[in-house]
C-alpha cells in the first residue's frame, strides 16, 4: 500500500529525487496516478502553503517544493485521464496578469488535453491585451483563466471586460479557476463557468463545445 504521508513528507521537505522514486514505486507497485497526484503531490502542496503562510517555509524552498511536484506530474501525465479521440475543441489558458502561478493551470491544461481538447498554454503573467490578441490568432471556443492570488482576481474581469470590448465575447466561453476562485466571483465577473479542480475544469469545458 502507498504511503501517501510519507510522499507528502518528501514534497515538504524539497526532496525531489526521493519523491520521483516513490512515486515511480507506486505507480510500479499498481497504486493509479490520479490518487498518486490528489493524495500525495497536491496534498503535499497544500501542507507547503500552510507551511508558507505561517513562515515556515520561504519562497526558495516553496519554489523547490513547486519544482519537485512538476517533475513527478511530468511522470503521471500520460496516465492521467484518457477520454481519448479527435480533438473535440480548442482552448486557450493562461495565468492572469501579475500572478506566476502555474502548476494548477498546467494540470487543468494537461486533463484537457487528455479529454482531446486542443489546447493552447500561455504561460503565466499574461495580461488582457494578450489573451485577446491569442484568442483571435488561435480561433478558440474556450478561454480559461487561472489566478491563485486574490490581489490577481482582479485582473480575471479585467480580462473579460477587454474580451467583451474586442467583440470577441460570443465567439467563446470563459472559465475561470484558481484556489481563490468561486462560483459567486465568476458569475460577478460575467464568465460563464467556474472550476474547481482540472477534473471538473475539462468535464465544463467539454459539456461547453457539446
Ligand atoms: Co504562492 N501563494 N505566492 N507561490 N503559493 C499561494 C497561492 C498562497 C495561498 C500561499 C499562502 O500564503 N498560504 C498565497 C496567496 C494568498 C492570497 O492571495 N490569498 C501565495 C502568495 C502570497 C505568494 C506570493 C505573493 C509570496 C510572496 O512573494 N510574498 C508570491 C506571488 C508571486 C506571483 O504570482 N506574482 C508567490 C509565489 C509562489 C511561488 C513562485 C514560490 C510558487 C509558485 C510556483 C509555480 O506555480 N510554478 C508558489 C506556490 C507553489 C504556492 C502554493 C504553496 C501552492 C500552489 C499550487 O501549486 N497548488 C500556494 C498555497 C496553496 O495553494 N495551498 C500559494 C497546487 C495546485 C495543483 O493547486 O493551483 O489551486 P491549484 O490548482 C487547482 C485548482 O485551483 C484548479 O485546478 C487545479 C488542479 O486541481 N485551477 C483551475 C487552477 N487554475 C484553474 C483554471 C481553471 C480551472 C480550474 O480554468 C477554468
Request: proline content about 3%; overall charge negative; glycine content about 12%.
Given at each position: ?10 514534497l ?11 512515486v ?37 524552498e ?10 513527478c ?46 489546447v ?12 485577446v ?32 470590448e474586442?467583440?470577441?465575447?460570443d ?40
Open positions: 500500500m502507498t504511503d501517501f504521508n510519507a510522499m507528502t513528507e518528501k515538504v521537505a524539497c526532496d525531489a529525487e526521493g519523491l520521483q522514486t516513490m515511480q514505486t507506486a505507480l510500479d507497485g499498481g497504486t493509479p496516478a490520479q490518487e498518486i497526484l490528489n493524495n500525495g503531490l497536491i496534498a503535499g502542496m497544500d501542507i507547503v502553503g500552510e507551511k508558507m503562510e505561517s513562515g515556515d517555509m520561504f519562497i526558495p516553496v519554489l523547490m517544493a513547486a519544482q519537485a511536484m512538476g517533475a506530474v511530468e511522470t503521471l501525465k500520460p496516465l492521467l485521464g484518457d477520454e481519448g479521440g479527435a480533438s473535440a475543441g480548442s482552448v486557450i489558458i493562461g495565468t492572469v496578469k501579475g500572478d506566476l502561478h502555474d502548476i494548477g493551470k498546467n494540470l487543468v491544461a494537461m486533463m484537457m488535453e487528455s479529454a482531446g481538447l486542443e493552447h498554454n500561455l504561460g503565466v503573467d499574461i495580461s488582457p491585451e494578450d489573451f490578441t491569442e484568442i483571435e490568432k488561435k480561433n478558440v471556443q474556450i478561454v480559461c483563466l487561472s489566478a491563485l492570488l486574490t490581489t490577481t482576481m482582479p485582473a480575471m474581469k479585467q480580462t473579460v471586460d477587454a474580451i467583451v474586442s467583440g470577441l465575447r465567439k467563446v466561453k470563459i472559465m475561470v479557476g484558481g484556489a481563490p476562485v468561486t462560483q459567486a466571483f465568476a458569475d460577478e465577473i460575467g464568465a460563464d463557468g467556474f472550476a474547481a479542480d482540472a477534473g471538473s475544469a475539462s468535464k465544463l469545458a467539454k459539456s461547453f463545445i457539446n
